[in-house]
């Protein structure tokens, strides 16, 4: 009856190329730690299509022969109820995996085989078990035969301890060997009470001679339909039709009444009863729970007033390290490009292909790149919270005062990075389950103040406002902050509706990260971000170049930018801000630094700041300034937040994401020009 | 004193094994998901309003708000 779906479904191509070998496991059993080992971390990280679930592929080498590591999300079931489990369970049940490495944690082994469990249920064959992280394990007292293991498991167990490497050749030796089809196993499949088996069998007889019977393991799309997995009901319905869909359904009512309960409770409580029996044939010990220095800290860590206090001397740290490192690198970087663009204008003689080129695409891809480093900096600080296991408990720490804003505490760490630039803050509301918590999150994202956002206000706050300097940026900070989270309520009231999630998190334990690893990670996410944003900011910057330019360069008045402007003009009077504020504010949505930058350009004085900063106090009141800054901060996200945004959402978020902002501001923007007219400023 | 009860009215250090999760479909399946199903032995290792309670789970720790942790029925072990 237990046919294999993955070995027939595997395309005729694909059995030329190589080998795939795929990583399951659920969170934090150290997948990542033996995808490293195996494939010496030669890898790339992208996206599943049509998700933005990252996905991680590399080469694995044993004797001479190549096969490709596919590392599956992190899941500790196969339901339908979230991307992660989606995308392990489809790309397991496509069949293109040629071996199925589980991965589970021997310290906790009974919840890992629950997962388990469920592979074999699908009717996957060639599984071998990495019986990972046996030293902590044993330190606890626990002792497997690992023997019996494989035998009453039916597939091969090997012992890992995957941080030092131990046992990874062996798992090599033996993922080759399935993969050549030299290993035959016979995974063990879970038994149930009497009642669900008779009805796994009765709908066994309804599948049997379907075309579900060649696709897909019927006992596996049973026991998913007693679950009422949403899936996998389309996908018989497909096939039955309503009529015997019906009888099925009334069946599972019938047992749900039996069992007082519905079935997904009472099929998961059997199945762990049926590990709890194989497992007291091959744990000679099982050792036990004690209670570690992690514990401790933790305690201390997600307390309501301690948490908060290591929270802000977290992040201080990690900004510290950021800014420090990362300012003088665009610095340089910016410096560069313009010597380089200085160096190629002097070899190009027609005026217009030297403006397109210089400005446009060299100024364009310096600013791209001028953005890398704090990309960079920020991802190495986010892979180091992460692997340190500190995150979970940040999430924690926030999760009460998130809540109030009807956020989960976890999206407290995209808001936090957005201080240091929106685009990775923005690519890490993948780290959130949700759908609706992800989509709210990144919704919010924009209006939190990024570095180039602060650059506008240091330079307002100096030039207008000295003697209150940093009263009128905290004031800025915290509109922009209050302002975001009141969306969040908002938005989360109207907009994307949807209950709230549940809170639970896995609190991993506190560990070192590796810097290499952080590093390899980092550098292949900014490369992503690259990808993605660096064309949109490319073709902004022309675009830019070319409205500056044309028909006559601005400052002229004559030009394109300037007459865009003055269209602007009789709206952005409204909050006192006339149309070189409105080119400025175009131009911004390139990139935020611009909205000075371009006062300079259209004022023709280029970069002395003191130049710049008494011709701005001759035409603007501390008002129209205060006003600017605030506007500047909130209206429409710059184009690399806009590009990632539809890189993780959808052209649909980007738009409402765009519109929002751009109303808002508005809205701020005329409320607080007029009322502090209305107070004499 | 009571065998079965709230997470929520476990003390530290007690242990116990779930046999229930009440509540909605949504907060079922996250919990089922995370691993915390009728059968599951667990260990409390923080508690106390509002929260967040961490439970272990073999070597794992698993924070759990107040909302959900009311869902969870427990067997006391003793
Ligand atoms: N002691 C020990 N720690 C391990 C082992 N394998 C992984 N780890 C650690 O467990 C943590 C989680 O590992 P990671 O590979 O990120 O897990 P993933 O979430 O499954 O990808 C990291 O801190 C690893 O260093 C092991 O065999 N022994
Ligand atoms: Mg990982």
Known sequence: MVSCCSVEKVPEEKKESLKVIALAGNPNVGKTTIFNALTGLRQHVGNWPGVTVEKKEGIMKYREKEFLVVDLPGTYSLTANSIDELIARNFILSGNADVVVDIVDASCLMRNLFLTMEIFEMGVKKVVIALNKIDIARKRGVRFDVKKMEKILGVPVIPTNAKEGAGVEELKRVIANMAEGKITTNPVIPVYEEPIEREIEHISSLLRGTPLEEMYNIRWLAIKLLTRDQEVIKLVLNYLGPGKMDEILKHISELEVHYKRSLDIVIANQKYEFIDKLMHQFVIHFGEVKETFSDQIDRVLTHPAYGILGLLGVFYVLFKFVFTIGTPMQEFLDNTFASFGEFV???????????????????????VLSFFPLVFLLFIAMSVLEDSGYMARAAVVMERIMRKFGLPGKSFIPMVLAFGCNVPAIMATRTLEDERDRILTMLINP??????????????????????????????????????????LILGKFVIKGEESPFVIELPEYSLPSWKVAVVHSWERSKEFLRK????ILLGSVAIWYLSNYPEPIGSGLSYAEKLGKVFEPFTMLMG????????????????????????IIYGIGESEEALISLMQSAMTGLQAFVLALVTTLYIPCIATIGAIRAE?????????SAYNLMLASAVGVLVYNIGLLLGF | MLMYVRLTQMREGERGIVVDIHGGHRARQRLLGMGIAPGTKIVVVKSGRPGPYIIAIGNTRIALGQGVAEKIIVRREL
Not at chain 1, 462 to 482: C, E, N, R
Not at chain 1, 579 to 586: C, F, G, T
């Open chain 1, 533 to 536: 944003a660096g064309t949109i």
């Open chain 1, 577 to 600: 801000l006339d149309w070189k504020a409105a080119v400025s504010l175009i131009f911004g949505i390139i990139a935020k630094e611009n909205v000075i930058a371009t006062y300079g």
């Open chain 1, 447 to 488: 209006l939190v103040p990024c570095s180039a956002r602060m650059v506008v206000i240091t330079f307002l706050a100096g030039a207008f406002f000295s003697d209150h300097k940093a009263l009128m940026a905290v004031s800025i900070y915290a509109i922009s902050l209050f302002l975001a989270l009141l969306s969040a």
């Open chain 1, 345 to 367: 204008a002097g070899f190009i003689g027609n005026e217009a292909v030297r403006g397109l080129i210089v400005e446009g695409v060299i100024g364009g891809v310096g600013s």
């Open chain 1, 649 to 657: 959402g959808g052209n649909k978020w980007a738009l409402v994401a």
